[in-house]
Structure formats: structure tokens, C-alpha cells
């Protein structure tokens, strides 16, 4: 469903869709007890001892500068990073999580994504941990879980969940609260709106397993979409690693893509947050530093 609210915000303000939910969300759990305390509840279900908390946005503190931040009387317990589609800072989770594990404990970083990004975003999580050297321990949770949460050895519990499970969370504990219920429901629409607008980018975390998806589900995607969502992004970076994937995997009509997504002069590397080192590929404007893993 769309509202006023998401559709400004997807024509205008589109590329700054993870501040806009992220300061609508703040505003709720600012302005209603009921939301603020389907928060606490939610972030409980983790870490039942973490005490009531007050949140503030886009604080900063050394090199880390989380979305929002959850406090008690006298301290940070709670960072909550929101994203849709953009990837993670080379901080994040591990200078995040290590920032945390100097306050009092229990603490908590939650990683809020679309229901689409969460198995491949957990993945990525668990991989930056590893080479960060943080071994985890696995939290009990199901199928159906509202959070999946990891323990680390250096102490801060790692969850990670969806816009639509967090709000729907938030929404029932706001059953009696018209205004925060009315609030809630444009933030999901702007969830909504930002999630069926976007296309995956393909970020160097995840070109193997962006690749393997393709080659699996190539036979039942709509490939006239898909192209048609790599040129409506408007990053020209985005078709060109699509086109260059597509080519190599042999997928698709590639010379269709390079008509209706027109690519931008210069090379935009294959994987973002490698060394820009590596061969370049003129027909696809990309500097391949990156082996993609099958």
C-alpha cells in the first residue's frame, strides 16, 4: 500500500530512504510509550536482562556512527543499524560490535533489513565475524523466530531481522495508540514502497552468491524486469555488474541490457571494498578485482 508519505520519499528523497525510515522509526519510539515499549520487548527477546533504553539517531562516536542508538541512564546497550539495499561500512559488524563490548553488558547490535536480504545479509555477518576473528555461539531460535541472534565471544549479541517483523511487532503492541499506529503505517509503507522499488545491488560481498541465484532461477525470472529495475536505479555501476555477470555466465541478452541501461564512462570496480586492483574489462566499463566463487 502506498501513502503520501512513501510516495514523496521514493520520488524525492529515494537514495536517503535508510535516514528517512530510520528517523520515522526514532519518532515513533520517541513520542509513544506503547511503541517505545514493543521495543524493549522486542530487543528482550534477545537480552532479557537489558533495562529500559531512549533512542537517538546518527550518533557518532570514534569511527563508528550507527543509525540509532539506545540508551539507559548513563550509557549506550543498543545500536540498531537500518538498511535496505546499501551495503555495509567496513565497519560494520566488527568495530560496531567491539565498541559495544566496552559498555555494560547486556548489549545488542540489531541489523533491520527487507524479508529478501535477510538469509544473505545473515551470511555476510557471519563471514566479517569469522575474518574479523570473532567466534559466535548460536542462540536458540526457529523458523518463525521475529529475530535470529548470535552470542560473541567478546560479549554484544549480533540479531539480525526484517522491517516486516520488527513493525509488526511495534503495530501490536500500538493497537490502542491511533497516532502511533497511523505513524507505523506510513513507515511501513515507506518500507514497502523502498523494497518493491529496488533492485538488489550487486555488491562485492555477494556477486558469488548473487551469481549461483541467477544461474538457479534464471529460467523463472522476468528478464525484461530486471533489466527494466537495473536501469531505473539510475547507478549506472549496478548494470554493468549485472551485464558483466550475465555475460559470463552465459545468461540472457546482454545487448539489450546495454541499450536500455546505458553505461556511465570509467570503471567501477567489480567489488567495491577490494583494493582497486586487478584486470579491466572495457566492454563492461568494470575493473574485475575480484574472483567470483561458484
Known amino acids: 500500500m502506498q501513502t503520501v508519505f512513501s510516495h514523496i520519499v521514493q520520488k524525492r528523497f529515494s537514495r536517503v530512504n535508510e535516514d528517512v525510515a530510520t528517523d520515522a522509526l526514532a519518532f515513533v519510539l520517541h513520542s509513544s510509550e506503547s511503541a ?6 522486542f530487543l528482550r527477546g534477545s ?3 537489558l533495562p529500559s533504553l531512549r533512542f537517538r539517531t546518527q550518533q557518532t562516536e570514534g569511527s563508528i556512527r550507527p543509525d540509532m542508538w539506545g540508551y539507559d541512564e ?3 546497550r543498543v545500536f ?3 538498511k535496505f539495499w546499501a551495503g555495509l561500512t567496513d565497519n560494520q559488524p566488527v568495530s560496531y560490535l567491539k565498541q559495544l563490548a566496552g559498555y555494560t553488558q547486556p548489549t545488542i547490535l540489531l541489523v533491520v ?3 529478501a536480504r535477510e538469509q544473505t ?3 555476510e555477518l557471519s563471514r566479517r565475524l569469522q575474518d574479523g576473528g570473532i567466534s559466535t555461539t548460536d542462540r ?3 523458523s518463525d523466530s521475529i529475530v535470529n541472534s548470535i552470542t560473541t565471544e567478546i560479549g554484544p549479541i549480533l540479531a539480525i531481522t526484517s522491517w516486516t517483523r520488527l513493525l509488526s511487532v511495534l503495530e501490536l503492541e500500538v493497537a490502542n495508540d491511533p497516532s502511533a499506529r497511523s505513524d507505523l503505517l506510513q513507515l511501513r509503507a515507506l518500507c514497502e514502497a523502498a523494497d518493491s522499488d529496488a533492485f538488489i545491488p550487486i555488491l562485492s560481498v555477494e556477486v558469488g552468491e548473487i551469481a549461483k541465484a541467477l544461474i538457479v532461477s534464471w529460467k523463472v525470472l522476468d ?3 530486471l533489466r527494466s529495475y537495473a536501469a531505473k536505479i539510475g547507478n549506472s555501476a549496478v548494470a554493468k555488474r549485472l551485464g558483466f555477470l550475465m555475460e559470463t555466465l552465459g545468461l540472457g541478452d546482454v545487448e539489450v541490457l546495454r541499450k536500455e541501461a546505458p553505461l556511465a564512462p570509467g570503471f567501477s570496480p567489480l567489488d567495491p571494498t577490494l583494493p582497486k586492483r586487478g584486470k579491466y574489462n572495457r566492454r563492461w566499463g568494470l575493473l574485475v578485482n575480484a574472483e567470483m566463487q561458484l
Do not use: F, I, Y
Not at 36 to 41: E, K, L, P, T
Open 47 to 49: 537480552a532479557p536482562n
Open 140 to 142: 536458540d531460535t526457529t
Open 121 to 123: 545479509m545473515r551470511r
Open 223 to 225: 528478464e525484461e524486469k
Open 74 to 76: 548513563a550509557e549506550p
Open 80 to 82: 540498531v543499524e537500518n
Open 36 to 41: 517505545r515499549n514493543g521495543m524493549m520487548r
Open 113 to 115: 533489513v527487507p524479508d
